[in-house]
Nanobody, 127 residues
């Protein structure tokens, strides 16, 4: 069974940057389309970015376009989220998630597509 472990969260000032990582173990990482989700206090979990199995297709939620970049290294079994220009509204627990799918070239953006989740990492943007 594949397990996902996020790292890289923390406290950052507005305008700063963070790079989240999600390390997969115990299975075929390349069989999973991957996504980053976040959940702020009192709000529903929402998609931030998603990437296809082969990395060719990506999706970004409108509020993070141009600031966040999702990538993956299948040789290292690792998913990344580079976050630049962080804003207080980006404060949330960030989760990586996996969707075991046949398509190698499609990103999946629906919460219901994902059945594998990490434990989450807190990102706080504050001065």
């Amino acid at each position: 069974q594949v397990q996902l472990v996020e790292s890289g969260g923390g406290l950052v000032q507005p305008g700063g940057s963070l790079r989240l990582s999600c390390r997969a173990s115990g299975g075929a990482f390349s069989s999973y389309a991957m996504g980053w989700f976040r959940q702020a206090l009192g709000k529903e979990r929402e998609v931030v970015a998603a990437i296809s199995r082969n990395g060719a297709d990506t999706y970004y939620e409108d509020s993070v376009k141009g600031r966040f970049t999702v990538s993956r290294d299948n040789a290292k079994n690792t998913l990344y989220l580079q976050m630049n220009g962080l804003k207080p509204d980006d404060t949330a627990v960030y989760y990586c998630a996996g969707a075991r799918v046949w398509s190698r070239a499609s990103a999946y953006k629906q919460l219901s597509d994902y059945d594998l989740w990490g434990q989450g990492t807190q990102v706080t943007v504050s001065s």
